[in-house]
């Protein structure tokens, strides 16, 4: 057998002073790193199985352990770069394509760090959130032209909305992807704080169905666990087109995840692999797309608001401006950063474009239109915090969508190998054993925790601006100002330079 | 009995009609003049049938679950479109997608078919679904292929190559296409084999034949008149070493 010129990433530091020989550490690490060697009463680690997740450092009861990242170097190159350079052998070894798991990690710049938010000073007011009334509800869902009103109420029916305590609802992330622990957690954390989780295209599991008021269903292109009970089950149905980290991919859940349960929720054998193709092999047009838009709402009575979710790519402006002629209720566009369970490492980190400009540009194209009213944007895709969302929504949101946020809450540690189904967090895994370290109660009451803290501090923000409901935050893109960007990229993202 | 007669009629209100008659326990509906209204019988549930004379559009049968559909004319695109359960039973052609994704129930189709049929079809538990047709097939039949059948019998096509387009089976990785006629190996997806189909396979699609046949007028002793062939994918993980994990 030859050997692998992969040497560890990472070192795994023991103080043996600290050191118990409890074991928790061999316990924890489900990748197998740590290893007690019962003659020398000692525990040795093989650093080269180790991701970097912490596991085994946040649950050592005498704080012994320590990660490092190898301090070994390759001669130094700006060109081979030490990644560069271990993708390579990794191929050269495998024949595989590389894989890899959550959002793009390159460094391309996150616009959202080149934007500035306004405040008022003395020519208006600001506006205390804790102690005036501060609105941050809102409806997502198709509006009509002109609302007409009479005694008092709303004359036409209005089309179907989904109502938001907050304008952030949990991305869509399968049960297969993630754990049924993790669904659960998101399902109950959206249940309480009054927004939406998104089943994902794993379908929904019979469990969760409790939380249907919360849920968007997802319909893709492999059609997993989608029939009519599950079209009926949610408040939305989303129809998943792309996905920010893999636009133009399709998906693969591998058969060894493909579990009892797993297997009644997709509605597919154990053990056979869950291939989601590219397209949707219905859809080959936007009038295709209007036909599958239609007879999702042809089997839901039209009752429930259709979302349609594409990845930012090149011509997302025109083709947002088909979706919405399409009929969709709500449009999702997800970001080169958007996260995922896995995907081809060249893909995440090559195709797609920043959500910042996508949003942008979507949001102005529908108003140069006259169309912007007819369908509600969402954005998604490395949304951080709850400036980004304040962000996003002055550049055109309605709402956004977030994923990797959610699961970092829940305890991720953004070690990128949810791939691997071997996730110490209990997050990105199926095995019963991991699954059971994240409690559905705890991580649940975290994300809400999350989701009031971020409420809290966009109200700030709100206010601080003199605005007291998020609808007039909508689009106002004077509320923004660019930083350290050039006038093209001003130009596109319709903001003003600070200072202006 | 209830007759519902579509001309120029959108389909929105016809399959609110069709949808108000089931819930008071219509249990046969016949819609004359239909014309190419979409999404009839989209989502619909329970026992009952429904026989359609003229033209339904695309998407007929959507994700339904249960009923039975009777067509006196041809079908468009996207027929049986994640279908759960029920039967469709169509006296002429159809055209692509026919059955995209369909978990469960049968469908015949007494001429040829369009292309991409079969595609991502499904089985789980108890639910295998069928798909019969008795003429010709277009290009990527059975394609990403995850379960159920599809009985290929080609009466109108002596000349096998004629009978089945390119890419048969594309990615395929559960379930079985039968053929009467062999299949150009050309013509198949890598991801396949084609042998005879033995006593067993053949007693499993027999059912299926005598339907069709009793269904559309045929005669099944000319039908059955030879040993079929069988279209299987070589493994259930096709994409199993693609990756670098």
Redesign the interface.
């Known amino acids: 057998m030859s050997f692998s010129l992969l040497t560890p990433e990472f070192i795994v530091e023991r103080n043996d002073e600290r050191c118990i020989r409890c074991q928790v550490c061999v316990r924890q690490c489900a990748n197998l790193v740590h290893m007690y060697d019962q003659e020398e009463d000692r525990i040795v680690a093989d650093d080269s199985k180790c991701v970097n997740c912490h596991r085994c450092v946040a649950l050592c009861p005498t704080r012994a352990l320590t990660i490092r990242r190898n301090p070994l170097e390759f001669k130094e190159n700006a060109n081979w770069t030490t990644s560069a350079i271990r993708e390579i052998y990794?191929?050269a070894?495998?024949?595989?394509?590389?894989?890899t798991g959550m959002g793009n990690d390159r460094p391309y710049p996150v616009y959202w760090d080149h934007m500035l938010l306004n405040a008022s000073q003395v020519t208006n007011p600001s506006i205390d959130p804790l102690r005036e009334p501060m609105e941050l509800k809102t409806m997502l869902g198709r509006k009509p032209e002109v609302l007409n009103v009479e005694d008092g109420k709303v004359k036409e029916k209005l089309p179907p909305q989904l109502k938001l305590e907050i304008p952030v609802m949990f991305s869509a992330m399968s049960f297969g992807s993630i754990s049924f622990n993790t669904c659960q957690a998101l399902a109950m954390a959206a249940s309480e704080a009054g927004v939406m989780y998104n089943t994902g295209e794993g379908g929904l599991h019979k469990d969760l169905r409790k939380y249907g008021k919360n849920t968007i269903v997802q319909v893709a292109?492999?059609?997993f666990g989608?029939?009519?009970d599950y079209?009926q089950a949610g408040a939305a149905i989303e129809i998943k087109i792309g996905q920010g980290a893999k636009p133009g991919i399709g998906g693969?859940l591998?058969?060894e995840k493909v579990m009892a349960e797993i297997?009644q929720t997709r509605?597919?054998?154990i053990?056979?692999?869950a291939?989601s193709?590219a397209p949707h092999?219905?859809i080959y047009s936007i009038e295709d797309l209007r036909?599958l838009i239609?007879?999702l709402k042809?089997?839901?009575?039209y009752q429930k608001p259709v979302s349609v979710k594409i990845a930012a790519v090149h011509n997302v402006a025109a083709i947002c401006s088909g979706i919405a002629r399409a009929g969709a209720d709500i449009i999702a566009i997800d970001g080169f950063r958007g996260g995922t369970g896995a995907a081809p490492l060249r893909i995440r980190d090559n195709v797609g474009i920043p959500i910042e400009f996508a949003l942008a540009a979507v949001d102005t194209r529908l108003r140069e239109e006259g169309i912007r009213n007819q369908v509600s944007l969402v954005c998604a895709g490395g949304i951080r915090n709850s400036a980004d969302i304040i962000k996003a929504i002055a550049l055109g949101a309605d709402a956004v969508y977030i994923g990797q946020a959610a699961l970092i809450a829940i305890g991720c540690h953004m070690c990128q190998k949810c791939?691997?189904g071997k996730c110490n967090w209990g997050i990105a895994t199926q095995d019963p054993n991991l699954v059971k370290r994240l409690n559905p109660e705890i991580a649940a009451r975290r994300l809400i925790n999350l989701l009031h803290a971020w409420t809290h501090e966009m109200k700030e923000m709100l206010g601080g601006m003199g605005i007291n409901a998020i609808e007039s935050l909508k689009g106002n893109r004077l509320m923004l100002r660019g930083i350290g960007l050039t006038s093209r990229e001003l130009d596109i993202l319709g903001i003003k330079a600070a200072g202006e | 009995m209830a007759t519902i007669y579509a001309r120029g009629m959108h389909y929105k209100d016809l399959n609110e009609m069709i949808k108000k008659l089931v819930k008071i326990n219509e249990k046969e509906i016949i819609l004359k003049n239909v014309q190419g209204q979409r999404y009839i019988g989209d989502g619909i549930q329970g026992e009952y049938r429904i026989t359609i004379e003229g033209t339904p559009g695309n998407d007929m049968a959507a994700y339904m679950d249960g009923p039975t559909i009777i067509v006196h004319g041809n079908v468009q695109d996207a027929t049986a479109n994640t279908m759960n359960d029920g039967e469709v039973i169509v006296h002429g052609n159809s055209g692509d997608t026919l059955g995209y994704a369909m978990r469960g129930g049968e469908v015949y189709i007494k001429g040829s078919v369009g292309y991409r049929v079969g595609i991502h079809m499904k089985e789980y538990m108890n639910k295998k679904p069928v798909i019969v047709i008795g003429g010709k097939a277009g290009a990527f039949l059975g394609e990403y292929m995850a379960g159920g059948t599809i009985i290929l019998l080609g009466l109108n096509a002596e000349d096998p190559q004629k009978m089945v387009g390119s890419h048969c089976g594309t990615g395929m990785h559960g379930g079985t296409i039968y053929s009467r006629l062999p299949i150009d190996s050309f013509k198949l997806g890598k991801e396949v084999m084609q042998i005879p189909a033995d006593d067993n396979d053949m007693e499993s699609v027999n059912i299926y034949i005598m339907k069709f046949c009793s269904y559309f007028g045929f005669d099944y002793d000319s039908v059955r008149d030879r040993r079929f062939w069988k279209i299987y994918p070589y493994n259930k993980r096709p994409y199993k070493n693609l990756y670098a994990y």
Do not use: C, F, N
């Not at chain 1, 070894?93 to 894989?99: Q, R, V, Y």
């Not at chain 1, 042809?298 to 009575?301: G, I, L, S, Y």
């Open positions: 990794k191929q070894e495998t024949g595989g394509i590389l894989l292109s492999g059609r989608v029939d009519v079209l693969h591998p058969g297997s509605m597919i054998p053990g056979s692999d291939i193709p092999h219905d036909q239609y007879s042809e089997a839901t009575d791939y691997t």
